[in-house]
């Protein structure tokens, strides 16, 4: 079950939502049978909670997607995240998955 944390600090800010500057820079390169789209992410230090001191540090991550359509409707796909295998949080607490490679059938009907 997940839950949203609560703010105590009555400051009005969720949890989730702190200010960060966050970068991205996406290149994309798509045709009939092929896409491929490979993001480099760039995220500033951001407060780790609203209402207590404390920091989580800034990280970048490479990501990269590719998909082969064989026709309208079967396709196959790869996605990697977190390709320079990075340790960081989005959330305090919580570490994001390192090296993250999933794959999968795409079939519409």
């Excluded at 407060?47 to 082969?68: I, M």
């Excluded at 320079?84 to 999968?104: A, F, L, N, W």
């Amino acid at each position: 079950v997940f839950s949203q944390g609560d703010n105590t600090g009555n400051d009005g800010l969720n949890l989730t939502d702190l200010p960060q500057n966050r970068g991205i820079l996406s290149l994309y390169r798509g045709d009939d049978q092929w896409e491929t789209r490979l993001e480099f992410v760039m995220v500033s230090e951001t407060n780790a909670f609203a209402s207590v001191s404390g920091t989580l540090p800034a990280y970048t991550s490479l990501n990269l997607s590719a998909t082969y359509h064989f026709s309208k409707t079967f396709s196959l796909w790869l996605q990697g995240d977190n390709l320079i295998d990075k340790t960081y949080q989005v959330q305090p607490g919580y570490v994001e998955p390192q090296t993250h490679v999933r794959g999968g059938v795409e079939l519409i009907f």
